[in-house]
C-alpha cells in the first residue's frame, strides 16, 4: 500500500504557487509570482524550521490589440501593431515559522522589450513605416507575504484552506528610459511606456486565499484568488504633457490588481510523482481603485484564460510547466478615457452625437511559466494515514 495522500498533496501545492499573474501586454499587470512559496515535498505544507526555495521564469509575447472585447486586426494588416516581449524571473524563498504559518519573499527580474513603428520625415511622401525597440530591465517590485492554515494540516488530510496577506514593495524602477527614435532620424532619451516599467512606484497590499479538496481517490479540485490594494493614486512619472482640461490623467497609475482561479489535477503513472491539470484564470487592473484616487493613466482590462498544467516531482525537487491560453480579452474604458469622453460630450448639445471614448491595448495570446522549487526539511514528514 503506497501513501498516496504524501504524493498528491505535495504534487498539488506546486499549483498553488503558479498562481503568479502574466503581464498582458499593454494592460500593465506586474507579476505576482511567489505569493505562496510552497511547491512540493514530504507535504502540502511547510514543517516548522523548514526552508523552501525556487525559480520561476515567464514569457509572453502581446500584439493582438484590442479596444473592448473587440479585436483591431488592422493593426496587423497595417504593420504598426505594438509588440511587447517580456520575460521574468522570480527568485522565491519560503520558510515555515510553524506548520501552519508561512513567511514568504519573492525576488523579481525582468527585461521588457516594446517594439513600435514611426514614419520619418524622408518616408513621409509614401507612408514607409520603420519599426524599432525600446527596453526596460532590472529588478522588479519585490512582494513579502504571510500565510495561515486555517485547519490543522496534521489532521486535515483530504483538504484545507488557506488565507494571507502581502506587501509589493516599490523597489522596481518605474520611470526607466530608453532612446527613441524620432521623426527626423536622431534619438531621444524618454521615459519607456508603463507597459515595459520593471515597477509601479506603489506599494500594494494584498488578501488571498487558497483551498484545495480531494474529489475522487488521485483527483483534487483547488481554486485561489487575491486581490492587491494600492492606496497609492500616480507615481509622479508623466507619460506626455497634461492635456487641457485633463490636468493629472498622464500621470503613471500605481494600479490595483485581481486574480482568481479554479480547477482540477490528477496524478498519474505507477510512481505518482506526474500530474496534469486544468484551470480557469481571471485575471486583470480594473478602471478604479478601491483605495485612493484614480486620477492617473492606466490601461484598465482582463483576460480570461484556460490553464493546462504539468508538475514532476523527484525527492525534494518539484518542476513545472504551466501555459495558459487568453481565449478572451478585454480591454475597458479608463477612468482618463471617461474624463476624455465627458469632456468631449460637454460641449455637444445634440445628445444622439455624444461619443464613447475606449482606448487599446495589446493583449498576449498565451504565456509560459517554468517553475522548479527545492524543499529543506529538517525531517521528512510522513502522514500517518495511508490512501490506496
Known amino acids: 500500500m503506497k501513501n498516496l495522500y504524501k504524493i498528491l498533496t505535495a504534487v498539488y501545492c506546486i499549483f498553488l504557487i503558479n498562481a503568479d499573474l502574466h503581464a498582458q501586454g499593454c494592460v500593465a499587470v ?7 512559496a510552497m511547491s512540493a515535498s514530504s507535504s502540502y505544507n511547510l514543517g516548522k524550521g523548514d526552508f523552501q526555495v525556487g525559480a520561476n521564469y515567464r514569457y509572453f509575447h502581446s500584439f493582438r490589440h484590442f479596444v473592448g472585447d473587440v479585436e483591431q486586426p488592422q493593426r496587423q494588416t497595417l ?6 516581449y517580456s520575460h521574468a524571473l522570480d527568485i522565491n524563498v519560503s520558510y515555515g515559522l510553524t506548520s501552519r504559518i508561512q513567511l514568504n519573499a519573492s525576488v523579481p527580474f525582468v527585461h521588457n522589450e516594446r517594439s513600435q513603428t514611426l514614419t520619418l520625415d524622408k518616408d513621409a511622401a509614401n507612408k514607409a513605416l520603420t519599426r524599432y525597440s525600446v527596453r526596460a530591465k532590472g529588478l522588479g517590485d519585490i512582494r513579502l507575504g504571510i500565510n495561515y492554515w486555517v485547519f490543522s494540516p496534521e489532521k486535515s488530510h483530504k483538504g484545507n484552506l488557506m488565507i494571507g496577506a502581502g506587501i509589493k514593495l516599490a523597489t522596481g524602477a518605474y520611470g526607466a528610459k530608453d532612446d527613441y527614435l524620432q521623426t527626423d532620424g536622431s534619438m531621444k532619451n524618454l521615459v519607456v511606456d508603463q507597459a515595459i516599467q520593471p515597477g509601479d512606484g506603489g506599494v500594494g497590499f ?5 483551498a484545495f479538496r480531494q474529489l475522487h481517490h488521485r483527483i483534487y479540485g483547488f481554486a485561489n484568488a487575491y486581490y492587491m490594494l494600492s492606496p497609492q493614486e500616480s507615481n509622479g512619472i508623466a507619460r506626455s504633457a497634461p492635456a ?12 490595483d490588481q485581481y486574480f482568481a482561479r479554479a480547477g482540477a489535477m490528477i496524478v498519474i503513472g505507477k510512481s505518482k510523482n506526474l500530474a496534469f491539470s486544468l484551470a480557469g484564470r481571471f485575471e486583470g487592473i480594473p478602471a478604479y481603485d478601491v483605495v485612493g484616487g484614480s ?9 480570461v484564460a484556460a490553464e493546462p498544467g504539468i508538475t514532476y516531482r523527484v525527492g525534494q525537487h518539484t518542476f513545472s510547466l504551466f501555459v495558459p491560453y487568453n481565449f478572451y480579452k478585454n480591454r475597458i474604458q479608463s477612468a482618463a478615457d471617461k474624463a476624455s469622453q465627458d469632456l468631449t460630450n460637454s460641449t455637444i448639445t445634440d445628445p444622439s ?4 471614448k475606449n482606448g487599446d491595448a495589446a493583449f498576449a495570446d498565451y504565456s509560459i511559466s517554468l517553475g522548479y522549487s527545492f524543499r529543506i526539511s529538517k525531517a521528512v514528514k510522513v502522514p500517518t494515514w495511508n490512501v490506496n
Not at 244 to 255: N, T
Open 30 to 36: 506586474r507579476q505576482m509570482g511567489g505569493i505562496n
Open 79 to 84: 504593420g504598426n501593431a505594438v509588440n511587447i
Open 206 to 210: 494584498s488578501l488571498e486565499f487558497q
Open 244 to 255: 487641457k482640461g485633463l490636468e493629472g490623467y498622464e500621470i503613471f497609475a500605481s494600479p
Open 295 to 303: 486620477v492617473a493613466y492606466r490601461r484598465p482590462g482582463y483576460v
Open 353 to 356: 452625437k455624444f461619443v464613447f
